[in-house]
């Protein structure tokens, strides 16, 4: 018979007889458990212990109230006084009940100040066995209680059913001032301190006094200049990890916390806070001055330098000041020639985005800026803003040359140009120079090719907005010219002033080389290629090439075999709008071009100049077998089959 001897706190308790083998009682003291249960791998250090254990799996002892199963009879039986309400020990010296006396025993310890079990690693005593495993999870790290919802892990159950408040909101702590409610009695211990005032946690430094532990922890940081908090991305280091969280939001593009107006999200609810004075007007900074209000506090600051003329960002190339740094970082552009805006449907690019947004309005057509008085919208406020001055018909800038009056300064002073000359406005490719930089850019288009105004119906772009609003008129058949001698109306004035000198018989630009006269300039360019030879465009398909574009174009209808100028009475159609043109002077009966002579009309100029013939005596078909000579090619073509003997 072997006899031993359990150590509790250095002392012999008691003496243990064993008459089996005494190994398997050395393994109490060694903790050594070789015995595996084959249902949930938990090990034990006799076969005994594990047998027992087995009762667990095979339900021997199972309660019918709740289907719990016991290890053996004896602790069933405790088990159904948890059901019964049976608590047969009573403490003698709190009343307190317990429904086993192992319970009573390790409950008399708090009484008699007895804590037996003490932790081998950091000597900390305590009064129940249990308490001491508890605490010897801090050692070894264990955490056997894990969450259903989100797998978190808890070395003691109280923590795991506190931590349950996060998945169900569960608050049952109340402020009995407030009614405010907390998951956890700690978070309500310290929000009392809000309504008593209690700061109990004095700065050692600079005597400031703190409610809670923890904000003079991070307090002290302020003295010692510690930032534990490290950004892992850019090493940036904080005092409180709070900041770190936010901060990470920087590198991660979080925002959390979103509008509820205009679903716009931000990193901050600070920032959250201050855009909600967007959609509430709310402006609590009132400027002392002048009573003016801001939204925002950076805004009354920048507005003073209004009234203190401080202007603290200076320019290092001009050393012109700004009362703002952004309007600094945009005057410097100007230095360094940066347009970082850049449009997506023309790549116009701008030194700031306003302007940028601005111009987009040229494409989409948005006139957001109305005027109150006459409807007419406006891209821009300022436009508006000049526009409202037609209505009082206040025009207090006055020409001393014309007497012309401007709403504006800076219009008198532009069209001052108009008597000087002066064109300060100069191209930096071809050197030409304008009176207007408005002008200039137009030009510039000459030279890059940007044509950003595109026609929404046939999509053509041009240059200028005021050619996009010409071109328009084709679509719209707007004709708003008309002439006052015939009545014909014209879509554009030059048509109309062209057409003039039909009836003035006007013909100012004449050739050099032949002396034909024109009514246009255009029309005398054009004939000059004649005399030169010139043809410029060249057809992609069979290289024939042609001395003007719309020559090309038209020639372009016989590879496509296009003809997109269908006549309104017959529906006939032409590839070329001057065909149409000329065939509808069939169903008008329009003869425009009448002799100078007889006074004989013709629909057609070609029909005029072979009549004028006539009167001239001119035959330019002259036969190359006998010489004789016509007035019109078809002559000579008749003619011709005397020669050849052909019969039609």
């Known amino acids: 018979m072997l006899s031993c001897a359990l150590h509790c706190s250095g002392e ?40 027992q254990h087995m009762n667990i799996h095979e339900g021997k002892y199972t309660c019918t109230e709740c289907g719990k199963c016991c290890e053996y009879h004896s602790r069933l039986a405790v088990h159904r006084r948890s059901h019964l309400g049976e608590k047969l020990f009573e403490c003698t010296v709190c009343g307190k009940r317990f429904t086993q006396s192992h319970n009573l025993v390790e409950h008399s310890k708090i009484h008699h100040g007895e804590k037996a079990y003490k932790c081998q690693l950091c000597n900390k005593s305590f009064n129940v066995s249990g308490s001491l495993s508890r605490h010897m999870r801090f050692h070894t790290g264990e955490k056997p209680y894990k969450c259903s919802v989100c797998n978190k892990a808890f070395a003691w159950s109280s923590r795991l059913n506190t931590h349950m408040r996060v998945h169900t909101g569960e608050k049952p702590h109340k402020c009995s001032v407030c009614n405010k409610t907390f998951a956890w009695s700690t978070d309500l211990n310290n929000h009392m301190r809000v309504h008593t005032g209690e700061k109990p946690y004095k700065c050692s430094v600079c005597n400031k006094a703190f409610a809670w532990s923890t904000t003079l922890n991070t307090h002290m940081r302020v003295h010692t200049g510690e930032k534990p908090y490290k950004c892992q991305v850019c090493n940036k280091s904080f005092r409180v990890s709070g900041s770190l969280s936010y901060h990470m939001r920087v590198h991660t593009g979080e925002k959390p916390h979103k509008c509820s107006v205009c679903n716009k999200a931000f990193a901050w609810s600070k920032n959250l806070n201050i855009h909600m004075r967007v ?48 309007f600094l970082n945009t005057h410097m552009r100007v230095h360094t020639g940066e347009k970082p805006y850049k449009c997506s449907m023309c790549n116009k690019a701008f030194t700031e985005s306003s302007s940028l947004n601005t111009h987009m309005r040229v494409h989409t057509g948005e006139k957001p800026h109305k005027c109150s008085v006459c409807n007419k919208a406006f891209r821009r406020s300022t436009d508006l803003n000049r526009h409202m001055r037609v209505h009082p018909g206040e ?25 000087t000359g002066e064109k ?61 001698v015939c ?98 002077r069939i169903h008008a009966g329009e003869t425009p071009h009448k002799c100078s002579v007889c006074n004989k009309a013709f629909a057609w100029s070609t029909d005029l100049n072979i009549h004028m013939r006539i009167h001239t005596g001119e035959k330019p078909h002259k036969c190359s077998v006998c010489n004789k000579a016509f007035t019109q090619s078809f002559s000579l073509n008749t003619h011709m089959r005397v020669h050849t003997e052909e019969k039609p």
């Open 12 to 51: 012999s308790l008691f003496e243990v007889k064993i008459e089996d083998d005494s190994s398997d009682h050395s393994r109490l003291h060694t903790q050594e458990n070789q015995y595996t249960c084959t249902q949930c791998e938990k090990r034990f250090s006799s076969q005994a212990v594990l047998c």
């Open 279 to 326: 959609h509430t007007g709310d402006k609590p900074y009132k400027c002392s001055v002048c009573n003016k209000a801001f939204a925002w506090s950076t805004r009354l600051n920048i507005h003073m330098r209004v009234h203190t003329g401080e202007k603290p960002y200076k320019c290092s190339v001009c050393s012109k000041a700004f009362i703002r740094s952004s």
């Open 395 to 419: 025009k207090p800038h006055k020409c001393s040359v014309c007497n012309k009056a401007f709403t504006e300064s800076s219009s008198l002073n532009t069209h001052m140009r108009v008597h």
């Open 424 to 484: 300060p406005y100069k191209c930096s490719v071809c050197n030409k120079a304008f009176a207007w930089s408005n002008d200039l850019n137009i030009h510039m288009r000459i030279h890059t090719q940007e044509k950003p105004h595109k026609c929404s119906v046939c999509n053509e772009a041009f240059a200028c907005s005021k050619d996009l609003n010409i071109h328009m008129r084709i679509h719209t058949g707007e004709t708003p010219y008309k002439c006052s």
């Open 487 to 584: 009545n014909k109306a014209f879509a554009w004035s030059t048509d109309l002033n062209i057409h003039m000198r039909i009836h003035t018989v006007e013909k100012p630009h004449k050739c050099s080389v032949c002396n034909k006269a024109f009514a246009c300039p255009m029309d005398l360019n054009i004939h000059m290629r004649i005399h030169t030879g010139e043809t410029p465009y060249k057809c992609s398909v069979c290289n024939k090439a042609f001395a003007w574009s719309t020559d090309l174009n038209i020639h372009m209808r016989v590879h496509t075999g296009e003809k997109p100028h269908k006549c309104s009475v017959c529906s006939m159609a032409f590839a070329c709008p001057m065909d149409l043109k000329i065939h509808m």
